[in-house]
């Protein structure tokens, strides 16, 4: 279990045997590294955290006012301009965007979670479709909403 005894002992929580925290480099820092093997739309695990009223650095907004700060799991997740995975901030759980083969960094793309991020960056993730700076859904008028339609309108997840 990589979340602390207090949030509950549900099966679907990331376990600790799966993920490990790996230094990538000094830009990134450490990311989460799955050791499993996932297929595309699998469920990667169910997220929990601390429910707190305004952004902090690793916390994603599940509604107008409130956000979970999950400093544990998610706040490892690194971004990517073409990321492996999706939160879905009303079910709370993590889904795989692609296959996710063991050994690779768990990423999403910060921006498809918030309006603006706690901290805007320059992103080097090296994908053809990079924006540059990462600021926020409102970074644009069109990138960065994509992902967010995944799960618009899609209730069987
Ligand atoms: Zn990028």
């Known amino acids: 279990m990589l979340y602390p005894p207090e949030f509950g002992q549900d099966p679907l929580y990331p376990q600790a045997k799966d993920f490990k925290i790996e230094y990538k480099n000094h830009v990134v820092g450490s990311g989460m590294v799955t050791l499993k093997r996932f297929k595309k739309g699998d469920t990667i695990a169910k997220l929990a955290g601390d429910v707190v009223e305004s952004i902090r650095p690793h916390s ?16 490892y997740f690194i971004h990517s301009c073409v990321p492996n995975t999706a939160i879905n901030t009303k079910a709370l759980i993590a889904t795989a965007l692609t296959d996710i083969e063991p050994g690779s960094y768990i ?20 994908n053809k479709k990079c924006r540059g ?25």
Do not use: P, W
């Open 60 to 75: 994603f907004r599940i509604s107008k006012k409130k956000h979970l700060n999950d400093k544990y799991f998610i706040g």
């Open 107 to 126: 990423s999403i793309d910060y921006s498809a979670t918030e309006d603006y991020l706690f901290r805007q960056f320059k992103c080097n993730c090296g």
């Open 133 to 157: 700076v990462i600021a926020g859904k409102k970074e644009t008028k069109r990138t960065g909403l994509s992902l967010m339609s995944y799960y618009e309108g899609d209730d069987d997840y």
